[in-house]
């Protein structure tokens, strides 16, 4: 990596940093607020509940002050024992919904106009604009029980009571006529099919009737019988026949098949026949088929001695061809007798045939009427039995109707009217309640529009940079009793830690390369202390025996000569003009080892002075001469100075101030420094909260007590 043309170390990449637009959708995002934080908002912005709280408050009170008294009436409805009749004629109600359904309807507005209209006129007071008065209903069930509670809310007490015994006897008249309406419409609706159900019954009695007119029940129940039976034997001859036709087709098919292929050895196309009724004296054609085989064998035997032509030979061959011929006669003849007993069984089969055919009508017929007389019964079963069922739920309806089986009576009628504070304490308490609401809601909201820094654990939450030091916050400086800046015995302790601590971080800086010594301090906005921590980081430095240079860069409204007691001039701007040397600019009367280079006189455009050649020829000296170069510049918001001198340094610290410095305004500011190439060493958390429990160092002031001298 090249180095810069000043031979100043390299600045490492800083950490990635986004446009304030985006650095605001990322912080709503990843930023929530903190609790201890909204606390802080709270001890600081303590008046802005209180407000609230008293204006809900007094509003509230001003509403129940203007607002008409209250009177409350109670009233009690429990539900009573009901007589069960046997034949259930009773109505009924989803019992799981029953009560939530009575309280409902206690409150539904047709009840309550019917409660209004039900009061004489003169006893329904008016409100100012001459309108009926209003009344509220409440109704609760008691818990475990079946009783419900009725309550009327009015400005007058006498109305309140009277109104709510009128709705009490209006819900119990309303259920009345309802049920007496339910009753007659259920007792039309039975009545018709009563006469309905009677003139289907009596038009199936009549089907009946003619029936057996012209049929008699129990013969046809026989004949259906007799013939199912008869027709069952002939399907089980059929049955048999087809059979027999079947085994006489086979024995003509062997028949045929061993004629064709002159196979007379064998005695199989036989065997069928002999069981056949035509077949007659099997003997003989048993002996004449066992001749000629005795005849073939023993032609065969001699055939291995004799020639063909030898007179035994011949004589065998002779008798041979007579028994073939004679076998042949009788496979005519069983050929003739097997046509003639196959035609007699097919005339058998269908004979058997049409009789099964007129028998099968025979028994749908007889069926078919069985069927339709037990039909035309069943009919007369099913009506009568819906009949009967309907005369008795007619009967139980109607005896129904007369018996009273309201199941809610009135157990306390309306009590005298009583004054009750209750809706005007609930006012009360949610103005209050809505008061503080709103005054912690703008806390909130304040809180989080707010992105300035509270603690330390935010600063590392927000800024990704190396935190290098915290100088707490001294009570004393806010009233001016105490100088901001370092002396000799400091008896401050934790203040004078402080800044060895970042002497000590500033000395053993994990960096790359050479130990920074130009530094450069600056910070996002003006008043967040960096003329102050840049004049005490200097003196502690030099305190540790370093030769510091100390250099107020901030040529617009320097002041670091008012706390060092130094003068202002001539200074840094005398320099930068001219070529004189820069020893007679230095002072050196403040302490040892630290000399001071004040601001200068004010000039026109004192920025174009850190551009010139000047500048680096002044750091070039400065480096060679002292261990530390403490430059204080202008707030990086203020002017472009400080991000013109950053790039030249080999170090930039930057101040945060506690309860001051926005994170938005730090995060730009430092994606500023790192887009101009500076090296930033890390953030100084200035006046930091002593008492948070983020911050933990040189609280043990008995270490820093001094023994007195003997």
């Not at 607002?67 to 069960?84: D, L, Q, Y």
């Not at 200068?600 to 050649?613: Q, V």
Request: glycine share 6%; proline share 5%; charged share 25%.
């Amino acid at each position: 990596m090249e180095r810069p043309p000043n031979n100043l170390p390299v600045p490492s990449p800083g950490p990635e940093y986004y446009l304030p637009s985006q650095m605001g959708e990322m912080e709503a995002q990843a930023s929530p607020v903190h609790l201890k934080r909204l606390l802080g908002f709270l001890l600081k912005f303590w008046w802005i509940p209180v407000i609230t709280l008293l204006l809900g408050s007094g509003a509230a009170v001003a509403y129940v002050l203007k607002k008409p008294p209250t009177f409350v009436s109670h009233g009690i409805m429990w539900e009573t024992a009901k007589v069960r009749l046997p034949d259930g004629a009773l109505f009924s109600e989803d019992v799981q919904t029953f009560l939530g359904t009575q309280m409902e309807l206690l409150k539904s507005t047709r009840l309550r106009q019917a409660a209004f209209a039900r009061l004489p006129t003169n006893a329904i007071p008016v409100d100012a604009d001459r309108k009926p008065m209003e009344v509220s209903i409440k109704v609760s069930q008691t818990p475990k029980s079946s009783m419900l509670i009725i309550q009327s809310s009015s400005a007058d007490p006498a109305f309140a009571r009277d109104y709510l015994d009128a709705l009490m006897s209006e819900y119990l008249d309303y259920k009345k006529i309802i049920r007496k309406t339910i009753s007659g419409d259920t007792l039309a609706s039975i009545s018709s099919q009563v006469s309905n159900t009677e003139r289907e019954l009596q038009e199936h009695q009549d089907a009946w009737m003619s029936f057996q007119r012209t049929n008699n029940y129990a013969v046809l129940q026989e004949e259906s019988t007799v013939a199912g039976g008869y027709l069952a034997r002939l399907k089980t001859q059929l049955s048999d026949l087809q059979l027999e036709a079947r085994l006489l087709q086979a024995t003509a098919f062997n028949v045929a098949t061993n004629a064709a292929g002159n196979t007379n050895s064998s005695l199989d196309w036989l065997q069928p026949i002999t069981s056949g009724p035509a077949m007659a004296q099997p003997s003989e054609r048993q002996t004449a088929i066992k001749e000629l085989e005795l005849l073939r064998m023993q032609r065969e035997r001699l055939s291995k001695y004799l020639r063909p032509k030898h007179p035994k030979i011949a004589k065998l061959d002779v008798d041979i061809d007579r028994a073939e011929k004679l076998l042949d006669i009788f496979r005519r003849q069983s050929h003739d007798q097997l046509a003639a007993s196959r035609q007699a069984i097919q005339l058998k089969i269908e004979n058997v045939i049409a009789s099964i055919q007129e028998w099968e009508s025979k028994v749908t017929e007889a069926n078919s009427r069985v069927a339709e007389a037990e039909r035309l019964k069943q009919n007369i079963s099913r009506g009568q039995a819906v009949y009967e069922r309907l005369v008795a739920l007619l009967r139980n309806v109607d005896i129904s109707r007369s018996i009273d089986q309201e199941t809610l009576s009135v157990l306390e009628p309306a009590s005298a009217a009583e004054r009750t504070y209750k809706e005007e304490i609930a006012i009360c308490g949610f103005g209050a309640f809505v008061g503080l609401a709103v005054g912690f809601g703008i806390v909130l909201l304040i809180a989080l529009r707010d992105d300035r820094f509270t603690s330390v654990v935010e600063v590392l939450e927000k800024i990704p940079d190396e935190l290098v030091g915290q100088v707490p916050n001294i009570p004393r400086l806010k009233k001016g009793k105490s100088p901001l800046l370092l002396k000799d015995g400091e008896a401050r302790h934790m203040y004078l830690e402080s800044y060895r601590n970042l002497r000590s971080a500033l000395l053993f800086l994990a960096v790359e390369g050479a130990r920074p010594k130009l530094i450069l301090i600056t910070s996002a906005l003006p008043n967040e202390g960096k003329s102050t921590i840049s004049a005490n980081l200097a003196r502690t430095l030099a305190q540790g025996g370093a030769r510091v240079l100390l250099v107020d860069g901030d040529l617009r409204k320097g002041a670091l000569h008012e706390l060092l007691g130094l003068e202002r001039g001539p200074g840094l701007s005398e320099l930068l003009s001219s070529s004189e040397n820069q020893e007679n600019y230095l002072q050196t009367n403040c302490m040892p080892n630290l000399s001071f280079v004040g601001c200068g006189r004010r000039t026109g455009d004192p920025g174009d002075l850190f551009l010139g050649a000047r500048l680096e020829e002044l750091l070039g000296l400065w480096k060679a001469q002292y261990d530390y170069v403490i430059i204080d510049s202008t707030p990086v918001f203020a002017a472009d100075d400080a991000t013109t001198l950053a790039p030249k340094m080999d170090g930039t610290l930057f101040v945060v101030r506690n309860r001051f410095s926005g994170a938005r305004e730090v995060q730009e500011a430092l994606a500023l420094l790192y887009r101009r190439q500076a090296r930033v060493l890390g953030v100084i958390y200035n006046r930091a909260d002593t008492t948070s429990r983020s911050y933990y160092y040189y609280k043990h002031a008995d270490y820093y007590t001094r023994e007195k001298p003997e």
